[in-house]
């Protein structure tokens, strides 16, 4: 009975996966999708239309104006969050540093890339306190805030998500966050999303090869 | 004379079975590469990781954690929904029977909060965790860079 069921599981199972590998191989000789195989092998990747990013303003840590120019002509790892979260935040900017190390190894790799930490919390976190958040983590680390506007000025048209909670009109409350890592190519596109948990190797990997795909893709 | 021993007697009594409460506990509890992030030196709040093991036949209950070296110590979870991270706080953290809870990144962890001094890797932090109960178990808490590598 149960085998029964099992194999007819497994044979339906096995007649769509061959169905899908048509489709891809079909797909592919057609050109749909280009280099078909590689972009739906990469996790992450959101291809063939990765949104553009549109203007917005924020401040970095020196207080100099950081805008839609400021990502142009380079490769950005985004990550929101904010300095009084001692879980998640620390747990992605380490990752962040190890994905630096890593980089700055491979010599063949242009260093075109920057690393950001954008503040969801507006009120706390000053330019001075992310200056030293992020500096602590990595000397390059770019640390992004502004007011309320400025920073929903990027967060709205990525999608990402903050929300205060058990604010009780102390300095306590905490912040619910888009936990996940942008990834935006030096046309100031949105090429990937990494979700949580974040993985130094894997990331570096992901991005390498997101990369070389995005660059032939042109 | 006869009531001061008597005194002394019960004084005593209870020292002995508060000792051997936390003894109990400590045998009953095992706690385990107990470390805690090292941060950026104007951090506010840090987080504590640590595995503890409930080596009894009964369910027990942490209710309680403190520290001399933060104003305050919270249990709280990270949660992880829709690519969101939620932070949940708990007043308590049950222990089934001969069972373990890992307090990890990005899961459980120990909410540290307002450090009195600041803290380098290699540092050692007391924490206190209570149990439903009343025992107390001590705990030392490393300070590090990077989780141990059992962890």
Not at chain 1, 18 to 27: I, S, T, Y
Not at chain 1, 40 to 58: C, D
């Given at each position: 009975m149960v085998s029964r069921r099992?194999?007819?599981?497994?044979?339906?199972?096995?007649?769509?996966?061959?169905?899908?590998?048509?489709?891809?191989?079909?797909?592919?000789?057609?050109?749909?999708i280009p280099r078909g195989a590689d972009a739906?092998?990469?996790?992450?990747?959101?291809?063939?239309?990765?949104?553009?990013?549109?203007?917005?303003?924020?401040i970095d840590q020196n207080g100099a104006v950081f805008d839609l120019e400021s990502l142009k002509g380079k490769w950005s790892f985004v990550f929101f969050g904010y300095t009084h979260c001692p879980d998640v935040c620390p747990v992605t900017l380490t990752v962040f540093n190890?994905?630096?190390?890593k980089l700055a190894e491979h010599p063949s790799l242009s260093d075109d890339y920057q690393f950001i930490f954008v503040s969801v919390d507006p009120e706390r976190d000053t330019p001075d306190k992310l200056r030293s958040y992020v500096s602590y983590f990595n000397k390059t680390f770019i640390g992004l805030g502004g007011t309320e506007q400025q920073v929903a000025s990027l967060t709205g048209q990525?999608?990402?998500?903050?929300?205060?909670?058990?604010?009780?009109?102390?300095?306590?409350?905490?912040?619910?966050?888009?936990?996940?890592?942008?990834?935006?190519d030096p046309l100031a596109r949105l090429v990937a999303i990494f979700s949580q948990p974040q993985e130094a190797e894997q990331m570096a990997s992901r991005y390498v090869d997101i990369r070389h795909f995005v660059e032939a893709n042109i | 004379m006869t009531m001061q021993t008597r005194t002394l007697q019960v004084l005593l009594g209870s020292v002995m079975l508060a000792i051997s409460l936390n003894s109990l506990a400590e045998c009953a509890i095992k706690i385990q590469n107990a470390w805690i992030r090292e941060g950026p030196p104007t951090a506010t709040v840090l987080a504590a990781y640590l595995?503890?093991?409930?080596?009894?036949?009964?369910?027990?209950?942490?209710?309680?954690?403190e520290s001399p070296s933060f104003e305050r110590v919270e249990i709280h979870r990270t949660e992880m929904k829709n690519g969101i991270a939620t932070m949940h706080r708990y007043d308590s953290v049950i222990l089934a029977p001969n069972s373990q809870v890992i307090f990890s990144p990005g899961d459980y962890h120990l909410m540290l909060i307002g450090p009195k001094g600041p803290l380098h890797a290699g540092d050692?932090?007391?924490?206190?965790?209570?149990?439903?109960?009343?025992?107390?178990?001590?705990?030392?808490?490393t300070v590090r860079k990077a989780p141990p590598h059992n962890q």
């Open positions: 099992s194999i007819t599981v497994a044979t339906v199972a096995g007649g769509l996966v061959a169905l899908g590998m048509g489709l891809g191989v079909f797909l592919s000789v057609q050109g749909i739906q092998r990469i996790e992450g990747l959101l291809w063939p239309n990765p949104k553009r990013v549109e203007a917005f303003t924020l190890a994905v630096h190390d990525l999608g990402v998500l903050h929300v205060r909670t058990e604010a009780n009109g102390s300095q306590d409350y905490l912040v619910d966050h888009t936990a996940s890592v942008f990834l935006i | 595995e503890v093991e409930n080596l009894t036949n009964t369910t027990l209950k942490l209710i309680g954690t050692t932090v007391k924490l206190e965790l209570t149990f439903d109960g009343g025992s107390t178990i001590p705990v030392t808490a």
